[in-house]
């Protein structure tokens, strides 16, 4: 199932090789694009499914669902909706109109996972661990796309609290070049790069 929604992510163009610069400012000869599968409703679903089945393999006792704006706001309104779960989101910035929340909706007091696209450092997973501590909120767990490999499994270890991504960057480098998507030379400095970004 993994092998199929990867192939099906490289051909909508979701993963992309080239010259990029990331929110870091880092180069990369990769980007992976989250924001367009929403328009693919088939693989989406089958993105979805395999997230749901993936988080039903932990005994998370969660009892909301937040995403992190804005990214993952599209897939925590899903994730929450089908397992009937409350919804709220992080904001990247306070709103200086209305309520000026950081946090919206009903979710203070309950145990949450926090959902998210793709991660690079942990460095957004952890402004949202904060900001929904102070609003007494209890996250048990991150939930992610993709773990870019970049060092935030390493940064997120202090919190004590686990990242579940669907896929991992050299996962994907995997399977694209055993479907020969990529030849071995390309694989190798994919890889190359990918052990320098550490």
Known sequence: MLEDIVL???????????DFILASGKRSQYYFDFRVLPSYPELYSKVINLWLETL?????GFEGVVGIASAGIVHAAVLGFLMRKPIGYVRAERKDHGTSKLVEGNVKGLKVIVVDDVVTTGGTLVRAYNI???EGVEVVAFTVILDREEGAVENLKYLGIPLIPLMKTSQVFRIL???NVVSDEFYNSL????GSSK
């Open 177 to 179: 070049k055993d479907l």
């Open 56 to 60: 039903r393999n932990y005994n998370l």
């Open 132 to 134: 929904l501590k102070e």
């Open 191 to 194: 890889i190359k790069y990918l």
């Open 8 to 18: 099906n992510l490289y051909r909508v163009g979701v993963i992309r090789f080239g």
